[in-house]
């Protein structure tokens, strides 16, 4: 779940209870610095984030929603001092504040060997098998053609702390033939599934990595792709099919490529999948 933060935050409740909760004025105290509403802040109707309700010695935190019309929200419990949501009195107050497990933690790697790819059904790349030589290193692969495009397709269940938004690749792959000046393109484009979604559709934005030639048989590690952007609007738990392919109108390099394997890298907006 992508949330959002304001800055300064700090407000009164008129209305308690044990439901959504009206929101008064912001808490003016000296000694912390005045604060702001949600609205001043730039709250919109809709918007969720990281709350604390301190209501005497009682706490709750967890996620609440914006509800503008009513200067409310509405209440998702994640901890609490009495373990349910508080009975909350008009002497309490209210803060936006990320716990640990809300903080962004930045890039992740989810590592896709060819191994897990499948040919796609039409102009399908080839399954392989590479052995380096004599110290026998063999790797399986994906072997795209030098003339014609082909492709594979290969799916991950996204973790739940995935914040369903773009993503981008660093392809890994090696070559029997190819010299220098030569280049490979490589191509990625995604299309998420949710529970009852149709399998069949459009994927979104193909983006690509263009890698020079460096040796025969030798490790090649593409540049990044830019962001790619994930067909059929992504949620939380999505399935997500993915497309690769080589793009043999935009590069020149000799003789079959060899995928060994895709690094993924995708953005958390949790620290886990609780």
């Known amino acids: 779940m992508a949330f959002k933060l304001f800055d300064r935050v700090r407000m009164t409740i008129t209305t308690g209870g044990t439901g959504n909760l009206v929101l008064g004025a912001a808490v003016a105290d000296a000694a912390l610095g005045y604060h702001q509403t949600l609205a001043a802040a730039g709250a919109v109707d809709g918007d969720t984030f990281p709350y604390v309700i301190e209501d005497g010695s009682a706490f709750e935190w967890g996620i609440g929603t914006y509800i503008a019309s009513g200067t409310s929200f509405s209440r998702s419990l994640i901890k609490s001092s009495t373990g349910s949501l508080l009975n909350v009195t008009t002497a309490a107050q209210m803060?936006?504040?990320?716990?640990?497990?809300?903080?962004?933690?930045?890039?992740?790697?989810?590592?896709?060997?060819?191994?897990?790819?499948?040919?796609?059904?039409?102009?399908?790349?080839?399954?392989?098998?590479?052995?380096?030589?004599?110290?026998?290193?063999?790797?399986?692969?994906?072997?795209?053609?030098?003339?014609?495009?082909?492709?594979?397709?290969?799916?991950?269940?996204?973790?739940?702390?995935?914040?369903?938004?773009?993503?981008?690749f660093i392809p890994y792959w090696t070559n029997t033939g190819g010299a220098a000046t030569q280049n490979v393109v490589w191509s990625l484009a995604g299309r998420a599934l949710g529970d009852n979604d149709g399998i069949n559709g459009a994927f979104g934005t193909v983006q690509t990595s263009n890698d020079t030639w460096q040796a025969q048989n030798s490790l090649h590690i593409g540049p990044a792709s830019a962001a790619i952007t994930i067909g059929n609007m992504p949620a939380e738990n999505d399935l997500v099919v993915f497309e690769v392919s080589r793009v043999v109108a935009s590069d020149n390099m000799a003789g079959d490529a060899s995928l060994i394997g895709i690094k993924l890298m995708i953005s958390y907006n949790a620290g886990n999948d609780a």
């Open 95 to 168: 803060f936006p504040s990320p716990a640990a497990q809300h903080l962004p933690i930045g890039l992740q790697t989810i590592w896709i060997p060819a191994g897990a790819m499948t040919p796609r059904a039409t102009s399908g790349a080839a399954k392989g098998a590479y052995d380096s030589g004599s110290n026998d290193i063999t790797l399986s692969t994906m072997d795209f053609d030098t003339t014609t495009q082909e492709y594979a397709h290969f799916s991950v269940a996204m973790p739940k702390g995935w914040d369903e938004g773009t993503v981008t």
